[in-house]
T-cell receptor
Framework: ETGVTQSPTHLIKTRGQQVTLRCSSQ?????VSWYQQALGQGPQFIFQ???????GRGNFPPRFSGLQFPNYSSELNVNALELDDSALYLC????????????FGSGTRLTVV | AQTVTQSQPEMSVQEAETVTLSCTYD???????LFWYKQPPSRQMILVIR??????QNATENRFSVNFQKAAKSFSLKISDSQLGDAAMYFC????????????FGKGTRLSVIA
């Protein structure tokens, strides 16, 4: 399987709810990162997983959490949604040891109302 | 912490002409990686070109080339023979060496290509 696939493509949630976003990476891509891209801004790093362990985190509160699975899929979970969580969420992956740029998915557009 | 600045929110270019997008960054590191990503309306970030800081030679990929000025901490992207398909958001990004270092992005430049 090639490429990075994210689901769903669009999602509308109510403030206070919880959401799970999913990402399926290429085989062999042991490193996966999640980014939040607010409207008109560049992506901001949320956290990174390597072989199912979180090994880096940006300036995001604990209600943003994740999981990575052995089959190269991963999840981003956000609890207690706030209006400011409305954004495009991007998943990016790369093989371990690679210094190249990441391969990105097309993102999930989350709207919190 | 590293920062990346793109001072041109919007740029336009005539088809077949050349355009240069600017990017500056701030870092105290001597070794790092720099990237230009393209984000079309499909939203997927596509790697356009990458530069390793220890390499003095400017990277080139077909119609895309960079002007990397390490002392000035400048990393501009030149697009030659612009095509309608080049219209997109362009993001400059920085990454420190190491396995768990993230990409640090600028705010982007929206490029329009005029037929």
């Amino acid at each position: 399987e090639t490429g990075v696939t994210q689901s769903p493509t669009h999602l509308i949630k109510t403030r206070g709810q919880q959401v799970t976003l999913r990402c399926s990476s290429q085989s062999g891509h042991n490193t996966v990162s999640w980014y939040q891209q607010a409207l008109g801004q560049g992506p901001q790093f949320i956290f990174q997983y390597y072989r199912e362990e979180e090994n880096g985190r940006g300036n995001f509160p604990p209600r943003f959490s994740g999981l990575q699975f052995p089959n190269y899929s991963s999840e981003l979970n956000v609890n207690a949604l706030e209006l400011d969580d409305s954004a495009l969420y991007l998943c990016a992956s790369r093989p371990s040891g690679a210094n190249d740029g990441y391969t990105f998915g097309s993102g999930t557009r989350l709207t919190v109302v | 912490a590293q920062t990346v600045t793109q001072s041109q929110p919007e740029m336009s270019v005539q088809e077949a002409e050349t355009v240069t997008l600017s990017c500056t960054y701030d870092t105290s590191e001597s070794d790092y990686y720099l990237f230009w990503y393209k984000q079309p309306p499909s939203r997927q970030m596509i790697l356009v070109i990458r530069q390793e800081a220890y390499k003095q030679q400017n990277a080139t990929e077909n119609r895309f080339s960079v002007n990397f000025q390490k002392a000035a901490k400048s990393f501009s992207l030149k697009i030659s023979d612009s095509q309608l398909g080049d219209a997109a958001m362009y993001f400059c990004a920085y990454r420190s060496p190491g396995g768990n270092t993230p990409l640090v992005f600028g705010k982007g430049t929206r490029l329009s290509v005029i037929a």
